[in-house]
């Protein structure tokens, strides 16, 4: 079992930066392949990138490619979500999610078996 825990979201103006957070719990957090998702209101929820175990390959949605970094630090059981540049359509409410089974769609949210609660990022024009 994990449990994921979000953090770092917040309200920005365009073109600002902010870096999420997702801390877990659960001894095998280094092995999990884990992604970031968002979800909009009136929309469904969308893949924005992923990370596989250990951290070498990387995964973005086209839409958030070279504004955004993920990244993994396996001794603190955390994934960070870097967003730069950011816009007004970037504004939802970001998940992250772990996936305990290597799936090869990461970019599917019923990939993941574990989620967070969510963290809020609304971008201002």
């Known amino acids: 079992q994990v449990q994921l825990v979000e953090s770092g979201g917040g309200l920005v103006q365009a073109g600002d930066s902010l870096r999420l957070s997702c801390a877990a719990s659960?001894?095998?957090?280094?092995?999990?392949?884990m992604g970031w998702f968002r979800q909009a209101p009136g929309k469904e929820r969308e893949f924005v990138a992923a990370?596989?175990?250990?951290?070498?390959?990387?995964y973005y949605a086209d839409s958030v490619k070279g504004r955004f970094t993920i990244s993994r630090d396996n001794a603190k059981n955390t994934v960070y979500l870097q967003m730069n540049s950011l816009k007004p359509e970037d504004t939802a409410v970001y998940y992250c999610?772990?996936?305990?089974?290597?799936?090869?769609?990461?970019?599917?949210?019923?990939?993941?078996?574990?989620w967070g609660q969510g963290t809020q990022v609304t971008v201002s024009s």
């Open positions: 999610a772990a996936d305990p089974n290597y799936g090869r769609t990461w970019y599917l949210p019923g990939t993941y078996d574990y």
């Open positions: 659960g001894r095998t957090f280094s092995s999990y392949n």
């Open positions: 990370i596989w175990w250990p951290g070498s390959s990387t």
